[in-house]
């Protein structure tokens, strides 16, 4: 069977069946326990579900199934995510082709979501190698996941720093080298009224960027959306918007455009207008 080393000793292989057990019941699946005569554990079944629903599914649900299979085709989940894609198709009809999403894949860094996935999954302690934007070498940092969110182009990792005591939010793309998941069980678990798109999104950051923008009438839709710029789409409309750095609050005005005029700070303001010159440059445009 995958993933079970032939050489392993008898308790390697228990450690990995009991492993493989419990991620199936996590999963919702009915792992039973079958005993003999004399009560002893002679094996295990997972029973075949029998079910009337059919599985179908609709044209916009069967387009995210195949970008999330298109986001693996270059990492070690790639025959997986194909076999599965081709078995709903067997069932539900035509799917996108994984070739309409060429453009998604998993870059080198985004390695470490593998094991911070089962970290989650399974609940452990978290190690790895931490580059941060002030840091000139890599820094240890032992976690407690809380868990993995992605935003405007980015993975976060969140979750409570074990060396610092603190809730503490990392980019994936800056972790250097392997993840390592401990055997050591997560000692603070995710608060339930921790919201982790908002800390990613800088509104519950420990230290957020904030700006004073104006987004002009039928312009700056996301921004106004995850900012709390509601009213009239069609008005001008002054706004706070947060993030969880600097260079992520640069990244969000920029993709906004000249709909988008930073009014303070001016350091902010600054950064933007060199931001989208450049980009103007890059393009042949004009530079605003």
């Given at each position: 069977m995958a993933g079970y080393d032939p050489d392993a000793s008898e308790v390697a292989f228990e450690r990995m069946f009991e492993?493989?057990?419990?991620?199936l019941r996590s999963m919702g699946i009915p792992v039973e326990t079958v005993l003999d005569v004399n009560g002893d554990v002679?094996?295990?079944?997972?029973?075949?579900?029998?079910?009337?629903?059919?599985?179908?599914?609709?044209?916009?649900?069967?387009?995210?199934?195949?970008?999330?299979?298109?986001?693996?085709?270059?990492?070690?989940?790639?025959?997986?995510?194909?076999?599965?894609?081709?078995?709903?198709?067997?069932?539900?009809?035509?799917?996108?082709?994984?070739r309409d999403f060429n453009d998604v894949r998993m870059t080198a860094t985004d390695a470490a979501l593998l094991p911070l996935m089962g970290a989650l999954r399974e609940q452990r302690v978290v190690t790895f190698d931490y580059r941060g934007g002030q840091d000139e070498q890599p820094v240890p940092r032992s976690l407690d996941p809380w868990g993995v969110i992605a935003h405007d182009g980015q993975w976060y990792l969140v979750g409570?720093?074990?060396?610092?005591?603190?809730r503490r939010t990392f980019r994936v793309s800056r972790i250097v080298g392997s993840v390592t998941v401990t055997a050591r069980a997560i000692q603070h678990p995710r608060p339930a009224e921790v919201d982790l798109a908002e800390i990613v999104r800088g509104v519950n950051a420990e230290h957020p960027a904030r700006a004073r923008v104006l987004i002009k009438a039928g312009q700056g839709a996301q921004l106004r959306?995850?900012?709390?710029?509601?009213?009239?789409?069609?008005?001008?409309?002054?706004i706070s918007v947060a993030a969880i750095s600097e260079d992520a609050l640069i990244s969000q005005l920029c993709s906004a455009g000249s709909g988008v005029v930073v009014l303070e700070p001016d350091a902010i303001r600054a950064r933007v207008q060199s931001a989208l010159s450049a980009i103007a440059r890059q393009h042949g445009g004009a530079q605003r």
């Open positions: 492993r493989d057990k419990d991620a002679e094996g295990y079944v997972i029973r075949r579900q029998v079910t009337n629903e059919e599985l179908n599914f609709d044209a916009d649900e069967l387009a995210v199934i195949a970008l999330a299979a298109a986001t693996w085709q270059t990492a070690v989940l790639e025959a997986p995510a194909i076999t599965a894609l081709r078995k709903i198709e067997s069932i539900s009809g035509d799917a996108p082709e994984l409570h720093d074990l060396d610092r005591g603190q959306a995850a900012n709390d710029g509601g009213g009239n789409p069609f008005q001008d409309v002054e």
